[in-house]
């Protein structure tokens, strides 16, 4: 998956999701190295989690734990000592197509 920056340059995520049953209930993307939005962390210091996102249906089950829990394995295996949450509301609301194609399963 790819987003863009306000100066448009491309930013590579990984996008993860979490299932129910077999159906999608949850998604985060996830990347290595984000210096347009964390301006102060080198590359290798933080794993930075953005878009994370729970269905209704699937609130209390445990799904954002899930997803923020494999992203700190994936921290300690790749030797990172911190997990960044980006929450923005502005985020949500603008990207719900991006949210909505996430969640689908494929």
């Known amino acids: 998956m790819c987003g863009r920056n306000k100066a448009g340059n491309v930013r590579r995520y990984s996008d993860y999701r ?14 290595d190295y984000d210096p347009n939005t964390w301006k102060d962390i080198q ?3 933080s794993l930075f989690i953005h878009r994370l996102a729970v269905k209704r249906v699937a609130a209390g089950q445990g799904v954002s734990k899930a997803l923020i829990d494999y992203a700190k394995t994936q921290a300690i295996q790749r030797d990172i000592d911190a ?3 980006d929450c923005r509301q502005k985020m949500i609301s603008s990207n719900n ?6 969640m689908t399963n494929i």
Request: aromatic share 4%; with cysteine; net charge positive.
């Open 97 to 102: 197509t991006l949210l909505q194609m996430m």
């Open 18 to 31: 979490a299932y129910i049953n077999g159906n999608p209930v949850g998604c985060m993307a996830m990347i």
């Open 43 to 45: 590359k290798g210091e």
């Open 83 to 85: 997990v960044r949450l």
